[in-house]
């Protein structure tokens, strides 16, 4: 067992000085809150140090939890969890070793691993506005609500878009012709989903340099209810609807670009079903084009405000830092968004990448936990925000335009 408290903000770089010499205690940062802990019989220390700044420490039962979930998954299945930092996808979660073996054994949209020791899992990053570069600056203009709603309309008029159905591949095929009216080189490639077969959409446009890096955006277009079988409704307006007419929005806009590296979009199936699609594209990546990639953005979920401020959450991995800077800056440059960051990836097909050791991030609407419509039939039109999809995705050009190194 352990004990442990919490420090606010104000108070943690004091409480950081205070336990620099305590080995014992160990912390981890969920943006505002600092959580401290440490055996239970070293108590005396914590007591001691911290008792003064975030009050008398509170004795667990078990030992302390990460826990990443999609929308409310977790706390939806564990009503009663000794919930000890709640920042909705990331919570801090007291647990004994035979509720963890519990949790294990229940099929759920979260991960869960030991509370990462003195680290810090999210953080809100400060706003530091850098002066436009014109080129960019014109392309994240050419960014459509109406187009973007068209698309997200024609996505949600599928019924379903489960990855086994009739209708998953009438989308498919609705999205390689639309790229392919923009000029892009495009292939649906089989992918298998249990016993049975979907598709990835797979779009290439060739950039002029001599040696060429591959940038990569992609978003799952597979949709599912939860509460049904295949054939239930599953609208996936927001989830993935909105990442996926992201991807569409971005190929308009960049296909008549004149640009150095070569862009790539990728329309994943089979992710609700476990990252399916990313896993077997990855898999499938011979040694010329893993060799080539420079960056994977990763769109899911990016159109339900959730928060009282327009919020975006980039998270990635160590590998993914230089990219999740480069989404900072432009985010922070030509949007309105509040930047959240968090190095722990989970649950979406920027993970397929970063296990392969390939810099990927995923953009993905703040506070998503909030979200209680995903996976189910009221995922629907009526919650969509096109002013915050627009944000990220503008964000988003941004960096793919750098990154392509587009010219006038």
Excluded at 1 to 19: E, G, H, K, N, Y
Excluded at 31 to 52: A, F, G, I, K, V
Excluded at 148 to 166: D, N, P
Aim: glycine share 6%; charged share 20%.
């Amino acid at each position: 067992m352990i004990t442990f408290t919490i420090i606010q903000d104000a108070a943690d770089s004091l409480a950081r000085t205070r336990i620099a010499r305590q080995a014992s205690v160990k912390w981890c940062r969920f943006n505002d809150e600092t959580l401290y802990w440490e055996d239970q019989h070293q108590e005396q220390l914590l007591n001691n140090e911290l008792r003064q700044l975030g009050g008398n420490p509170q004795i667990g039962q078990g030992n302390l939890y990460l826990v990443v979930q999609v929308g409310n998954s977790f706390l939806s299945h564990f009503t009663h969890a000794r919930v000890v930092i709640n920042k909705g996808r990331y919570l801090a979660v007291d647990l004994t070793a035979k509720e963890v073996e519990d949790i294990e054994q229940k099929p759920a949209c979260f991960g869960i691993c030991p509370l990462p020791e003195n680290t810090t899992i999210f953080e809100v990053q400060k706003r530091i506005k850098r002066q436009p570069v014109p080129k960019i600056d014109s392309l994240v203009a050419m960014v459509s609500q109406t187009l973007l709603a068209e698309t997200i309309t024609k996505f949600v008029g599928f019924r379903t878009r489960h990855s086994l159905t009739s209708e998953f591949s009438a989308a498919a095929n609705w999205i390689k012709s639309n790229l392919e009216e923009h000029g892009f080189s495009v292939s649906k490639r089989t992918i298998s989903v249990g016993n049975s077969t979907s598709f990835n959409v797979v779009a290439d446009r060739q950039g002029s340099g001599t040696n060429r890096r591959l940038v990569i955006v992609t978003a799952h277009l597979d949709s599912v209810n939860r509460m049904g079988g295949v054939a239930a409704i599953a609208p996936g307006a927001d989830d993935n609807g909105s990442g996926a007419a992201g991807v569409l929005e971005i190929g308009r806009i960049l296909a008549t670009q004149s640009a150095e590296n070569d862009l790539r979009l990728i329309l994943f199936g089979g992710e609700e079903q476990g990252l399916l699609g990313s896993q077997q594209y990855v898999e499938s990546l011979d040694s010329v084009d893993r060799f080539r990639i420079d960056s994977v953005i990763n769109m899911d979920m990016i159109a339900t405000l959730n928060t009282s401020t327009l919020t975006v959450l980039l998270e990635g991995a160590a590998i993914s830092q230089g990219l999740m800077d480069d989404l900072t800056d432009a985010a922070h440059s030509y949007t309105s968004l509040v930047v959240q960051t968090s190095l722990n990836p989970f649950a979406s097909d920027h993970v397929s990448f970063i296990n392969a050791s390939l810099p990927s991030l995923l953009t993905i609407e703040g506070a998503d936990s909030a979200n209680h419509n995903i996976h189910t039939a009221n995922d629907t039109l009526d919650h969509i925000h096109y002013g915050l999809a627009s944000e990220i995705l503008k964000m988003n050009v941004a960096v793919v335009a750098q990154r392509l190194g587009i010219r006038d």
